[in-house]
């Protein structure tokens, strides 16, 4: 087979973001887009040669096609064995723990995760490296080099792998391994759940729905939940990943999932229900008559996940992003156990897992995972609850009650402002950053600023530094305001404003969530000039 030089040029904009590099999709189908990208990733760590990597994605428009071409550059280069999940599917947990498992060297996966999915829509890719983790920040840096100075790609000559089906074949010098994207990560949960008292729990009539949104969890979650642990048949709803989702956002919040929320704040609602995103990694979680939210699900998953098999021996310690409440430290603090507070995206935990001083992780938007891979997991997330439920014999809302009464309550809330011209973002970020040094001490709607700053984080296993990570105004009575901008979007700047509010254990406990962060809100808006700057009276998406 021929390997082609293809001649090519630098492309604007190959900066991989929060997580990978997102793009519309007619942007990646453009002539070499993809090709100068995967190049840059070879490239960026030392070519393939002699490697074996792993390949996958969450099924989105393209995907497939975008799987042949990786496969050809990486047979062009010399790879010696590329690890395929059927059809070119895995979700992002299940090729992290793929990584890990077959000790490959790193590997390729095809998501824009929540973003949504087809031909006018948005397409994506990261690399991630060996410890099954994102790329850090170090290597997506040489990336994005790299893709400035291209001036050529590898291809093979070749026809397309056929992807359905199972087993080995080669592909010029390189093996293509193609597995069953569910089987290994199935084993992986059985590993670290009690199978049996679930399963006991659910035949005992417990109810359940699992709403997989059209994306890539459908088949792992009827695999796990309803062929594994017994859950009624159709428990799974939305389970066939479809190239466009259905035509929906494939991101389990209040806004997209709205009909889940529906059935279980209704008559007749199951006792736990849960979604997941379009690639697998994030996790909505909802009890009869209550939404957790993700903040308030990182802190009950660490104040119980010792219930849990994998977990007994306790946590060597919790990480969150920044902009997460701050109920986990509230337990780690009471377990005397280590808490960090990490950038936003979750490349930046790798290290804190790697080197043994976190056991879980989380964010704000709904991702918590464990040092069982190194992604976020949705349905680890649904699986460590059913065992968490399952072993109090408690309904969820009991369980977040007692939580609260514990540890108090961090009302939360975040507030996205979508497609912002990108300059009117940047100056409201500028101008709140030059203010930064004259606010504490001011006082807005009964709310006392004790500190402002530009997050910066300093991580403690490398000792690398990354700054600026998000503006966070701390209030004297443990209130607090975040503002940053996304770096996941495909359109103009979101501006991401997160809200929280601290009611300790002996304060009000059962507020409606608007009237308590009412002063939180109005502070922000009057700190940041958010309505002035960016002309709009509200925000687009409130989670
Ligand atoms: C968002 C979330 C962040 C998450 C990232 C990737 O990033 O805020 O917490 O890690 O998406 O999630 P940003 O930069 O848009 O705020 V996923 O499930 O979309 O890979
Ligand atoms: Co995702």
């Not at 793929?98 to 397409?123: C, M, Q, T, V, W």
């Not at 400035?148 to 390189?174: F, K």
């Not at 009117?424 to 030059?434: F, G, P, T, V």
């Not at 004297?476 to 700047?493: M, N």
């Amino acid at each position: 087979m021929q390997v082609n030089t293809v001649a090519t040029a630098p492309i604007a904009g190959q900066k991989p973001g929060t997580s990978g590099l997102r793009k519309k999709t007619r942007v990646f189908m453009q002539p070499h887009y993809l090709e100068n990208f995967v190049q840059s990733i070879i490239d960026a760590i030392g070519g393939v040669a002699g490697k074996v990597l792993v390949l996958g994605g969450d099924g989105r428009y393209w995907n497939d096609r975008a799987a042949q071409v990786i496969l050809r550059m990486c047979a062009a280069q010399g790879a010696r064995r590329m690890i395929v999940g059927q059809n070119a599917l895995l979700s992002t947990p299940a090729a992290s723990h793929l990584i890990r498992k077959r000790g490959a060297d790193g590997g390729f996966i095809l998501s824009a995760s929540h973003n949504p999915g087809g031909e006018d829509a948005d397409f994506g890719l990261k690399f991630n490296s060996a410890n099954g983790g994102p790329a850090p920040e170090s290597l997506t840096e040489r990336i994005h080099a790299h893709s400035q100075r291209i001036d050529a790609y590898q291809i093979l000559e070749a026809q397309d792998v056929d992807l359905s089906r199972i087993g080995t074949t080669q592909l010029a010098q390189t093996e293509i391994e193609i597995v069953d994207p569910v089987s290994d990560y199935a084993a992986l949960m059985e590993t670290l759940f009690d199978f049996d008292l679930i399963r006991r729990t659910l035949s005992n009539g417990l109810t359940l729905r699992f709403d997989a949104m059209h994306a890539v969890t459908g088949p792992y979650a009827t695999e796990i939940l309803e062929r594994r642990l017994g859950a009624a048949a159709g428990s799974v709803v939305n389970a066939r990943p479809l190239p466009d989702f259905g035509g929906g956002h494939p991101d389990p919040s209040p806004v997209w999932a709205a009909d889940l929320v529906g059935l279980m704040m209704g008559d007749g609602a199951p006792d736990f229900a849960a979604a997941s995103d379009g690639d697998g990694d994030r996790n909505m979680i909802l009890g009869r008559g209550v939404y957790v939210t993700p903040s308030d699900s990182l802190a009950v998953l660490a104040a119980n996940a010792h219930l849990a098999p994998g977990y007994a021996r306790g946590l060597a310690g919790v990480a969150r992003s920044m902009p997460t409440s701050r109920a986990a430290d509230l337990v780690a603090q009471k377990a005397g156990i280590a808490h960090f507070e990490t950038p936003t995206g979750w490349k930046f935990f790798g290290n804190l897992l790697d080197d043994g001083r976190a056991t879980l992780c989380g964010e704000e938007s709904a991702g918590t995972g464990s040092d069982h891979v190194r992604e976020k997991d949705g349905l680890w997330a649904v699986l460590l609850w059913l065992n968490i439920l399952a072993h109090r014999g408690e309904p969820v809302q009991r369980i977040m009650a007692a939580h609260w009464s514990e540890y108090g309550r961090n009302y939360y809330s975040r507030h996205d402002y979508e497609a912002v011209p990108t300059e009117a973002a940047d100056a409201l970020i500028a101008a709140l950053r030059a203010q930064l040094p004259d606010l504490p001490g001011r006082s807005h709607d009964g709310l006392t600023i004790e500190s402002a700053e530009d997050f910066s984080y300093l991580d403690p296993v490398d000792g690398s530094r990354t700054n600026g990570q998000g503006i966070r105004i701390l209030f004297t009575d443990g209130s607090r305001v975040v503002l940053r901008l996304s770096g996941t979007g495909t359109e103009g700047a979101t501006l991401r404003v997160y809200l929280e509010r601290y009611q300790p254990p002996e304060g009000a406990l059962d507020l409606a969530l608007d009237d308590a962060l009412a002063p939180v809100i109005a502070a922000a808006d009057a700190l940041a000039r958010i309505r002035e700057l960016t002309g709009r009276q509200a925000p687009d998406v409130t989670t």
